[in-house]
């Protein structure tokens, strides 16, 4: 078992030093994943401390994989002075139905932030209920002036958490959200909030809309298609999958990384070259993008294995998306 052990941390040891294609050739043995596993833990609780309040934010989100550190986590990140992570926090609170932490969210209901107020409204419908159940039970109604603000990020959160919330009598709530211009924002951040706005009615059972998303490949903004083909994967679109391959022949590079991870979601790894190949750019958007789509490869060992490797990167971000994607934190949804 010693000569095990030590076999494990020099693997760990050589990713510092070595290039991924020489790590690949190492071979995967259950004592280098655990210790591996156990790497990636300690990167998220180091980055949940970051100065960076979006890194402390994507650690929250990484650490839904670990049941038995969650709780803590929240508990910080509900105290943070930014509001990214705050929303972070009473995000994690709904998903996950964290009813030991759960009623902290009451004070959070007149935030200053619109985003951090309807996450708080998430936590507690989800945890407690609507007005009416009693207790910390929570009045939703506000979510339908914030889903209808002219602050775009608010609009995009909030049409985000009534999706989550599975009332299906907001559809028709969402659809003129959607009809609604952002008078301030740029006509792409408004194609894109549209395509929010889609997934979320999607989400609560009208499946028309799955067109639209799927119109939102051909946008002639890059960042729309890369959403669009990320949302397709989310909601397992395995009819357009031959439309997602052929995505994966275009530009930019970003797009092509979308297509793959959407791929690997369906078992698919005819895009893991790309992400392979990704993992080792010198950009560490790249990089860490390549990492959070290697974690869709569950069952894929050269996809772990370069994972592993990345738990050492220079890089903070892409050590941090390496540790969600080994881990499985961040996945979408419910």
């Known amino acids: 078992m010693m000569q095990s052990r030590k076999w494990t941390w020099m693997w760990l040891t050589l990713a510092m030093i070595l290039p991924a294609t020489q790590i690949q050739a190492q071979p995967l043995t259950a004592d280098i994943f655990q210790a591996a596993q156990n790497r990636a833990v300690q990167q998220i609780l180091v980055s949940a401390r970051s100065q960076d309040p979006i890194l402390r934010a994507n650690a929250l989100e990484a650490a839904e994989a670990l049941p038995n550190r969650i709780g803590p986590l929240v508990q910080q990140a509900l105290m943070d002075q930014s509001p990214v992570v705050r929303y972070a926090a009473l995000l994690t609170i709904g998903k996950l139905k964290l009813s030991g932490v ?70 028709p709530m969402l659809k003129a959200a959607a009809r ?24 609560l059972g009208d499946t028309d809309v799955l067109d639209s998303i799927r119109a939102g490949m051909f946008s002639q903004f890059d960042e729309v298609r890369i959403l669009s083909v990320q949302i397709l994967g989310r909601l397992y679109d395995r009819q357009w999958e031959p439309a997602i ?70 890089s903070e971000p892409v050590r941090l998306a390496a540790a969600a994607g080994l881990l499985g934190g961040g996945r979408d949804g419910l």
């Open 102 to 171: 759960a009623a902290n969210a009451r004070q959070f209901i007149n935030d200053p932030n619109e985003s951090v107020r309807a996450a708080a409204i998430f936590a507690l419908a989800r945890n407690f209920g609507t007005q009416g159940g009693g207790g910390f039970s929570v009045d939703i109604s506000p979510l339908a002036g914030l889903v209808m603000s002219n602050n775009p990020t608010t609009r995009g959160n909030a049409a985000y958490i009534m999706g989550l919330m599975g009332d299906d009598t907001a559809i």
């Open 180 to 203: 609604k211009r952002l008078p301030t924002a740029p006509q792409a951040r408004e194609v894109l909030i549209r395509v929010q706005i889609a997934e979320a009615i999607y989400r």
């Open 245 to 314: 391959e052929n995505a994966l022949k275009k530009d930019p590079i970003e797009l092509k990384l979308a297509a793959a991870g959407t791929l690997g979601r369906f078992g698919n790894r005819k895009g893991l070259d790309i992400i392979l190949d990704a993992a080792q750019s010198q950009s560490v958007l790249l990089r860490s993008q390549a990492a959070i789509c290697l974690g869709m490869f569950r069952n894929e060992p050269t996809a772990t294995q370069m994972l592993i490797g990345m738990l050492t990167d220079q």
